[in-house]
């Protein structure tokens, strides 16, 4: 398995500002991935962060609403941009350790006023 | 279009009922279904990945199996600390993406 972090833990912010989230893991990984989960729905994939270079989007999710960084194979961040209330969610990063086992960070709520 | 529907939405037991929960799913070539427990305000606990139909596993008081179309979530002589969401999810060949349902909401009363 694998400890993963997330800052923050929640927020809330106003529409059409941004707010960028962290995920931090305590080893390597080659594969992570950042998932939303809206009030009373299943998890969405976001995106595949890549490291090194850009992050491949799911169908109904764009760069400029949702930019992911991945800098090295331990830490990713995504930004939720010009954000409405709409996006109040909670979004989760997950991590792929052994083959076929994805780990899940303990998330950040966010809500949008 | 890869799908996975959870039955039932949720699910009251007494401590010690035993129980099933259901996972159908579609997906064009599976690579792996996958059992998450999620306790409320946490992220998803992952718990198993069956791979081929007729495979089983277990943990504790729950047993996963899956069949070419479902897979079951067999919770035995449950306790009051098993009460969570379960999720379920899928996987098609040649790619990382899970498929979630929208899970079952399990609690157990003492």
């Known amino acids: 398995s694998a400890v993963i972090s997330q800052k923050p833990s929640r927020d809330i912010c106003q529409r059409g500002t941004s707010l960028t989230i962290q995920c931090q893991v305590d080893?390597?990984?080659?594969?992570m991935f950042w998932y939303r989960q809206q009030p009373g729905q299943s998890l969405t994939l976001i995106a595949t962060a890549n490291q090194g270079s850009e992050a491949t989007y799911e169908s109904g999710f764009v760069i400029d609403k949702f930019p992911i960084s991945r800098p090295n194979l331990t830490f990713s961040t995504l930004t939720v941009s010009n954000m409405s209330p709409e996006d109040s969610s909670i979004y989760l990063c997950?991590?792929?350790?052994?083959?076929?086992?994805?780990?899940f960070g303990p998330g950040t709520r966010l809500t949008v006023t | 279009e890869d799908q996975v529907t959870q039955s039932p939405e949720a699910l009251r037991l007494q401590e010690g009922e035993s129980s099933s929960l259901n996972c159908s799913y579609t997906?064009?070539?599976?690579?792996?279904l996958f059992w998450y427990r999620q306790d409320p305000g946490k992220g998803p606990e992952f718990l198993f990945t069956l791979y081929s139909a007729g495979e089983e596993k277990e943990k504790e008081r729950l047993k996963a199996t899956l069949t070419k179309k479902e897979s079951f979530l067999h919770i035995t002589a449950p306790k009051p600390e098993d009460s969570a969401t379960y999720l379920c999810?899928?996987?098609?060949?040649?790619?990382?993406?899970?498929?979630f349902g929208t899970g079952t909401r399990l609690q157990v009363f003492p």
């Open positions: 999810a899928v996987q098609g060949q040649g790619t990382d993406k899970l498929i």
């Open positions: 997906v064009s070539g599976l690579r792996g």
């Open positions: 997950s991590v792929e350790v052994v083959s076929d086992e994805q780990y």
């Open positions: 080893s390597q990984v080659t594969m």
